[in-house]
């Protein structure tokens, strides 16, 4: 079942492209990943793929909820909250599933959600498929590694049952056997159905990714600026006469 298509996607502000002529089809089961150097969109792209930042150019078409995993700037820890509050809270949010919507969610997440009373760590960390992560439940937001703030955002985003997760700079700030964690970690979450999209610099060797290369110097393309959050990007589409 495809989740998520972008034909000819794009966005362009007054400052220029941040992307643009992106095509990419998701289907449930899948891993993608969309990579390119610092300032080439990505981080927007992904955001506009979970229906979080607009477009000006191209279509794009979803099916069923997305979630956001760790998005620097846009979605990330609390600094005040240990890992296992982080869960909590978020599972108290979200309330049990729906009986009309139990066929749609993964039994993973229905699982969780049912236990967030006993033990909602332990639930959560094994519906996402990471009983291997190194996570440790006490331990605060501002003090969590890259890879664990990673973790963290993966497993929450997997807690709302969504046909999408993305995640951004999955690579950043990790050495070569944390990066191979997280794709290993990234192509579990697909193998339980959901689609998956992650942005990087690159993907880690042996992955099995669809990858989505973007900004590419060394390709003909327009003068990419890095992108900034919503609430501080000039957003003003060109107007030509």
Avoid at 125 to 133: L, R, Y
Avoid at 159 to 180: C, Q, W
Avoid at 208 to 222: F, N
């Amino acid at each position: 079942m495809k989740i998520v298509e972008a034909n000819g996607l794009g966005l362009r502000t007054r400052r220029g492209w941040v992307y643009r002529d992106v095509d990419l089809s998701a289907e449930a089961g899948e891993l993608h990943a969309v990579t390119g150097p610092p300032g080439s969109g990505r981080t927007s792209l992904l955001l506009a793929l979970a229906g979080r930042f607009p477009h000006t150019h191209g279509e794009l078409r979803r099916r069923g909820p997305a979630a956001l995993g760790q998005v620097a700037g846009v979605h990330e820890p609390d600094p005040t909250l240990t890992v296992a509050e982080h869960i909590q809270e978020r599972l108290l949010l979200l309330g049990p599933v729906p009986r009309r919507r139990r066929q749609l969610v993964p039994v993973a997440a229905v699982r969780a959600r049912r236990a967030y009373r006993r033990d909602a760590f332990a639930a959560a960390i094994a519906g996402a498929g990471f009983t291997d992560t190194p996570l440790d439940p006490d331990r605060y937001g501002r003090d969590l590694t890259p890879v664990e703030r990673q973790v963290l955002g993966l497993v929450l985003a997997s807690l709302s049952g969504p046909n999408l997760i993305v995640a951004d700079d999955v690579d950043a700030g990790a050495d070569a056997p944390e990066r191979a964690w997280i794709w290993a970690a990234l192509s579990r979450l697909a193998d339980q159905g959901y689609a998956v999209v992650a942005s990087a610099r690159a993907v880690e060797p042996g992955a099995t990714a669809v990858t989505h290369r973007i900004g590419d110097p060394a390709l003909p393309g327009p003068a990419l600026v890095a992108p900034r959050p919503a609430a501080e990007a000039d957003l003003t589409p060109e107007v030509t006469a």
